[in-house]
């Protein structure tokens, strides 16, 4: 048992937040760190276990955030510890373009075995890089190769990256790409669903998305579609029913490559391996990073083999993509998912997190909505007569919960929505903690 492991799973503050050493780092980075590079809580961590943090001055906090959703598995988990260590004893990098190994295969075989293309009579291929905005370029420039077409489609709401290119194909303008212009071209932002503010129904918010595609971009210029299923910065927003699948039939009727970006969604994360499993559809390409390698970066872009297969070779790749110490802590979050479960536990924390929620909302009015699947919940915090979005409440509720011990996570396009990306190692005495902290948060604010 490594000492990581004695982390006891509660919180526990012992210092002002940020500690004392926590400001004196602060201090120390702030010379030589650009502000570009922005910490949300300036609190600097020590170690970390399953879903608690320990910072330098020794305070414990339980981590609803999880690294943006990446130590989905577990901080520091045995198994994945264990891989990786085992890998570096070996060797730590060759370049899989010059040298291949084997994790990198046996992780685009998981990846086959449970996309939901599976049933397919050709498994899809996958490669690997290194963050999820390389993911979805790479989504673009094969896209582009099988189709011959320029143009791509995203949705309002969307998220996918800090790259110019994925900057230029996020929603929101600040702080991504206000500033570094010029945006890349032939990028079109349809509107998107988001049942509770449009109040439409899967199919009336799809023929929106497309009507307006039809008409902006036209459909014979446009290489993919790419959408998150269940979009993540911009509020965990669940679409309706039937809207996934209506997109999907028009790409395929279209010949647009229909992308699902995962990159937060995916890999146990929602209560599936892939959160497309919610809507019933099969992706010509899924992306992934995230969750996938239990906190070492990695990326997968995974897709139906006659369209990854029009780059030529040595189209896709990079020097550290596809890590071999990061392919087998990968391998090693998919032996998780087979043997322990951890689909099982997603789905748990959404049964019994999500019934706290729901009860929270009817105590507190300014919870309009509780939304989400597996281990990705979230409120939206508003006006309940008006739906004006109140980013400010979620700052302050977000403030109280971390001098309490619970690391919170905003999202939304006015940061109106709280989201909790926990571990699926949360436990239940930790999911009735977070729900106290936040009813006294919430009661405190008037809520
Ligand atoms: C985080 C995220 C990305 C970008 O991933 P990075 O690893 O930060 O480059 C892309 N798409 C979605 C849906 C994301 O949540």
Redesign the pocket.
């Known amino acids: 048992m490594s000492a990581d492991s004695e982390i006891t799973q509660e919180a526990c503050i012992v210092t002002e937040i940020p500690g004392p050493k926590s400001l004196e780092l602060h201090a120390r980075r702030q010379a030589v760190v650009p502000r570009g590079a922005h910490s949300v809580l300036p609190v600097y961590i020590d170690r970390a276990h399953g879903s608690i943090l320990v910072d330098v001055d020794g305070n414990q906090f339980v981590d609803m955030c999880a690294g943006?959703?990446v130590t989905t598995v577990g901080h520091t988990d045995e198994a994945v510890v264990a891989a990786a260590r085992e890998q570096l004893g070996r060797f730590t990098h060759t370049a899989f373009g010059m040298n291949p190994y084997e994790p990198y295969v046996q992780l685009a075989e998981h990846l086959a075995k449970h996309a939901p293309g599976s049933t397919l009579e050709k498994p899809y291929k996958s490669f690997f890089m290194?963050?999820?905005?390389?993911?979805?370029e790479n989504a673009v420039k094969i896209s582009r190769r099988h189709t011959g077409r320029p143009g791509v489609a995203v949705l309002e709401q969307?998220?996918?990256?800090?790259?110019v290119l994925?900057s230029s194909m996020n929603y929101k303008a600040a702080p991504y790409a206000q500033g570094y212009g010029p945006r890349v071209g032939d990028i079109y932002k349809a509107p998107n669903s988001y049942p509770l503010r449009d109040g439409l129904s899967g199919e009336a918010a799809a023929a929106r998305t497309i009507a307006y595609l039809e008409k902006v971009a036209g459909a014979e210029d446009l290489a993919c579609l790419i959408v998150?299923p269940i979009?993540?910065?911009g509020g965990f927003i669940v679409p309706a029913d039937g809207y996934l699948s209506a997109l999907l039939n028009w790409c395929r009727e279209n010949g647009i490559v229909f992308v699902a970006?995962?990159?937060?969604?995916g890999i146990a994360r929602s209560g599936k391996v892939f959160a497309s499993e919610h809507f019933g559809i099969e992706p010509d390409i899924l992306?992934t990073?995230?969750t996938i390698a239990g906190g070492l970066?990695l990326?997968g872009v995974t897709g139906r083999p006659e369209i990854m297969d029009s780059p030529v070779p040595g189209g896709l790749a990079g020097t550290f993509a596809g890590n071999p110490v990061s392919c087998a802590a990968a391998v090693a979050v998919f032996e998780r998912i087979e043997n322990d479960g951890l689909v099982e536990r997603a789905q748990h924390i959404e049964r019994v997190f999500g019934a706290a929620l729901r009860e929270l909302a009817t105590k507190h009015p300014r919870i309009v909505e509780v939304r989400g699947r597996g281990a990705m919940l979230a409120i939206e915090l508003a006006d309940p007569d008006t739906l004006d979005p109140d980013g400010d409440l979620v700052k302050r509720v977000i403030d109280r919960a971390t001098q309490q011990g619970v690391l919170l996570l905003s999202a939304g396009a006015y940061g109106h929505v709280i989201r909790f990306l926990p571990s699926l190692q949360l436990t239940d005495d930790l999911i009735a903690t977070v729900v106290s902290v936040l009813d006294d948060a919430l009661t405190a604010e008037g809520a």
């Open positions: 943006i959703g290194n963050s999820g905005a390389e993911a979805v969307a998220y996918h990256g800090r790259t994925t998150e979009q993540g910065e970006d995962e990159v937060q969604a992306l990073a995230k970066p990326s």
